[in-house]
């Protein structure tokens, strides 16, 4: 009896201390902290990495083409199997084009090929003028007659296919000045069934005049390359006049178009035609000197 009892008050110590630890709130995690220069690196560091630019494009020139442009006082012959384009030729003068091989490695070897190793644009047609702006050439005809009266015949298969036109940089460079070489894309106008052929390779190509900029060719077009020298050429080429219907026709054709008479597409064709025959009477490769491709790009103004 007096061991129990004497046990009690050592039974309820015990248990008065359970409850009180048990009523005990826990104590919170130890709390870190940073000094106030921590925060600040790290937020300066984060600013300054969203801030940066984005390289730019790799404008270096990798590769030189020279273009002869003529100008012909009669229409060229299409009768024969071999003709001769012209038969009086006057010459305009002589581009120096830089190509961009880095930015675009596919439109530019496709351009060489058409220039150099085939010559296929020698003696093909500037097709289409718009004053102030740009010119086009390299067309793509239906049939080899076509290709006679100065038009590429397809199918052009020997090329690879152009995949630059699905990477975003390559619309990255600016229709920004005169003399800019821009594969074309939303000015195309090769002939709608040969768009068809599923060997189509499009190797039409314009040549910006200037003075100013062609802000509705850019993100549109791919630019591949720089006019280096003759510029003057571009000017004359761009000097020559073109056809241009009446006002009072244009709103025939809108009309036209509106109600969906294809008419109106075939009479647009021929508008911007330059009303003298300018064509390429030459072009091929020129070798660049060594250790060339490390330079910059250079200027449009300063031959290499």
């Not at 630019?53 to 009669?74: A, E, G, N, Q, Y």
Request: charged residues 20%; proline residues 11%.
């Amino acid at each position: 009896m007096n061991h129990v009892l004497q046990s009690s008050p050592v039974r309820a110590s015990s248990s008065l201390m359970t409850l009180m630890m048990a009523a005990t709130p826990s104590s919170p995690p130890p709390s870190i902290s940073f000094p106030r220069r921590t925060f600040l690196f790290f937020s300066s560091t984060t600013s300054t990495a969203l801030s940066l630019p984005s390289p730019p494009p790799d404008t270096t020139i990798t590769d030189r083409i020279f273009m002869d442009f003529s100008l012909c006082p009669t229409f060229f012959r299409p009768e024969g199997t071999d003709p001769t384009l012209c038969s009086s030729p006057v010459p305009l003068g002589r581009l120096i084009i830089g190509l961009y091989g880095h930015l675009a490695p596919i439109t530019v070897s496709n351009f060489k090929a058409m220039c150099s190793s085939r010559s296929l644009y020698r003696n093909t047609l500037v097709h289409k003028i718009f004053p102030g702006q740009f010119f086009l050439a390299g067309r793509q005809g239906l049939s080899r007659r076509d290709s006679k009266l100065g038009e590429l015949h397809p199918p052009l298969d020997f090329l690879p296919p152009n995949t630059d036109t699905l990477r975003p940089n390559a619309f990255l460079l600016k229709h920004s000045r005169g003399g800019v070489v821009s594969l074309c894309l939303s000015e195309n106008d090769d002939d709608p069934d040969v768009k068809l052929d599923p060997h189509y390779r499009n190797v039409e190509f314009l040549i910006t005049t200037g003075p100013g900029p062609c802000p509705q060719l850019d993100n549109k077009n791919v630019v591949f390359g720089t006019v280096l020298q003759g510029l003057d050429v571009v000017a004359a080429i761009a000097s020559i006049p073109t056809y241009k219907p009446s006002e009072r026709i244009q709103k025939y054709n809108e009309l036209a178009a509106f109600i969906g008479d294809k008419r109106a597409d075939t009479a647009r064709a021929i508008w911007n035609r330059p009303l003298k025959t300018v064509y390429i009477s030459d072009c091929g490769e020129l070798k660049l000197k060594p250790n060339a491709t490390t330079k910059p790009s250079l200027s449009p103004t300063l031959p290499y």
